[in-house]
């Protein structure tokens, strides 16, 4: 048994030996990941960033390892660039939508971490629906636009049987696109986790997760994007704000307002629903 002068000098031994000072002075640190497209035997590259993780602040950690986990396999690695961003590229061979890991790999000055996302792997014959976030919540904000956010805006109960309609949509035909509208200044690696943890909160069928601008240039430029990338199967919008609808509607796409908007926020030749029960039949 150790007397109790024995105990304080190992103790002492231990405090100044270089492992425990490495251990102590790592820095607690927070991973986000953004959400990828691509198809089978096509290259995806998935972003993160690496912050240190304080009460009022968060700083990019760059110069640190992070590896990309599929199955339980590392896949790819990088290291993370002065603002904390890291692109970490993966060929996934089979399709389906693979829920991926980021984490810090052997860091001697930051706490082992990891962040989560999705990696769509999908045909592109296979339909796809974009769908403005806020058409799937309950209540809309004074900007008539709600958003998933920090704080109450997280809480927000989706509309009557949105997840019941959107999931017999998904269920054998489309593949979902879930946009998030989002003020420019905001952290949208901050807002795609968010918006993820609302859509599996209240179990909607799990999709890719973007982040726009609410502005029918920047969302008609997305949609042009796709296209260009050979996803020509994104032909339907379905929204709540005008500026989503015509950004659709601009290039003869179909475009469905949910629920009915006011006559002054109607655009011409969008198609209307009172509830997501009748999204179904127009589409």
Known sequence: MLRPTSCIFLLLILATSPAFLSAAEKTSAAILVKDALTSPHQPATIEAKLTSKGLLTSNP?????????VDGKVVATALTGGDGKAFLTYTPKAQGLVPIQVRVR????VSSTEGHANLAIWEKRQPILMIELSSLIEEPMPSRVPSIGIGPESERKPMLEATEELGKLTQFYYRVIYVVTWPAR???FQAIAEARDWLRTHKFPAGYVLTLPLDTAAIGTKIDELHAAGWKTVKTGIGRSKTFAEAFLQRRLQAVIVPEPMKDDMPRKAKTAKDWREVRKKL
């Open 186 to 188: 905001a952290d949208r």
């Open 106 to 109: 052997d860091s001697p000055r």
């Open 61 to 69: 950690l760059g110069g640190e390892p992070l590896e990309l986990v």
